[in-house]
């Protein structure tokens, strides 16, 4: 006979007012003149603020890597490979052109020091030595390159290398590179910022024949806040640079492809992230673990707990805008928690103006009482005049 499962949903609408206003991107806008294409997002909520033929397909050169970073990340995350680990060089990452940091081959290096010379000195030769240990092959890593960005939502990518010299069918669009920057640092945050965000550094220390790493990204030594993210150059892209910078509580990724000077490509990526720093601002709506609703049941113990967001939840305004309303619906799955489930056991569905701007999953977690002052008395006494002997 089969049983059938009732699940308890709870469906609330709760409204409450905050000063915001919504973000469009200005097509009006001319802050990247030189740029063949270009975008600036806020990317806590993937708000686009400005852009230009953003998914127009394009050689992305070395910002390919932040690609290649992703999926050296995601494999320590995962813990199939460790920071400290030796890598040995293959001849093809010695034979590579372009920027290198000059693998011998079957020359062992750290998985630490290979990603600075990936994130910093922007080593092609480093970033096969990466492809092969994680793929087994470069083609293999590729593939798994692509998968990554279909994933993503990528909407104008198809990666043939992991490095980003020129090659047919390797392309890829501003709002693609922005997208996985978001990625990198939402997911990463200060795990991969403190590759991205040094200027100068050093590999092979302990040997006759140190080599100096400068960051391609000066603007990391010369703008406060700036901490990465990659630059590129190729004969066919142009200059190109996905940046990031982060003052105060607010964060802008912008990427420009295809200028024609360094000197371009610094300046329009100025124009965007400090017309974003100057205009608009990051209000918090909810934090993660912030308590929105509590929750008894006798069956578990009688504890009382409560029902949190997995993440914050932010909403990017423009300075001095008017009220607006907020609006969001909460769906709880009671029979999850029933089952001493405390992860996604529901979720929140955030609203401005009656437009759905974020979506998490909903956590329970225990409520942790703070102890009245009896109870901190007698804990002292327990502590005091109950010492066993």
Not at 158 to 178: R, V
Not at 362 to 389: M, Q
Request: a positive charge.
């Amino acid at each position: 006979m089969k049983k059938l499962v009732i699940i308890g949903l709870l469906f609330l609408i709760l409204f409450f007012n905050l000063y915001i206003s919504p973000v469009k991107a200005d097509s009006t806008l001319e802050l990247t003149k030189d740029a063949k294409s270009a975008i600036l997002i806020e990317p806590t909520t993937m708000t686009v603020i400005y852009e230009k033929n953003a998914k127009e397909a394009r050689s992305p050169a070395s910002m390919t890597k932040i690609m290649t970073l992703i999926l050296i990340m995601e494999s320590l995350e995962k813990g199939q490979i460790t920071l400290d680990e030796k890598v040995q060089a293959s001849m093809r990452a010695r034979k590579i052109t372009g920027s290198k940091i000059y693998l011998e081959y079957q020359e062992e290096m750290s998985v630490d020091d290979l990603l600075k010379g990936i994130a910093i000195g922007s080593g092609n030769d480093a970033a096969i030595a990466m492809a092969e240990k994680i793929g087994g092959s470069e083609q293999n890593f590729v593939n798994m390159m692509n998968q990554k960005a279909k994933e993503l939502g990528a909407v104008n990518t198809n990666f043939k290398n992991c490095h980003g010299l020129d090659e047919e069918g390797h392309y890829s669009c501003a709002y693609d590179i922005a997208l996985f920057g978001a990625y990198l640092v939402n997911t990463f945050g200060e795990k991969i910022l403190r590759y991205t965000s040094v200027y100068e550094d050093y590999l092979r220390k302990e040997t006759p024949k140190p080599f100096w790493l400068v960051n391609t990204n000066k603007l990391v030594r010369f703008v406060e806040g700036v901490d990465g993210l990659k630059s590129g150059w190729t004969d066919i892209a142009g200059y190109c640079l996905c940046a990031t910078i982060h003052r105060g509580n607010i964060r802008f990724i912008s990427v420009v492809m295809g200028c024609s000077t360094n000197n371009a490509r610094n300046q329009e990526t100025m124009q965007m992230l400090n017309y974003g720093l100057s205009n608009f601002e990051l209000i918090n709506i909810f934090k993660k673990n912030q308590p929105l609703r509590k929750y008894k049941d006798i069956t578990l113990g009688n504890i009382e707990y409560n029902i949190v967001p997995s993440k914050d939840i932010n909403v990017l305004v423009r300075k001095g805008a008017p009220k607006k309303d907020v609006r969001y619906d909460m769906t709880i799955d009671y029979q999850k928690i029933k089952q001493l489930e405390n992860k996604n056991i529901g979720t929140l569905k955030v609203y401005y103006d009656n437009k759905l701007i974020s979506t998490v999953s909903l956590d329970i977690v225990e409520e942790v009482k703070k102890a009245s002052f009896i109870d901190v008395c007698f804990t002292v006494f327990k502590e005091v005049f109950l010492v066993s002997k």
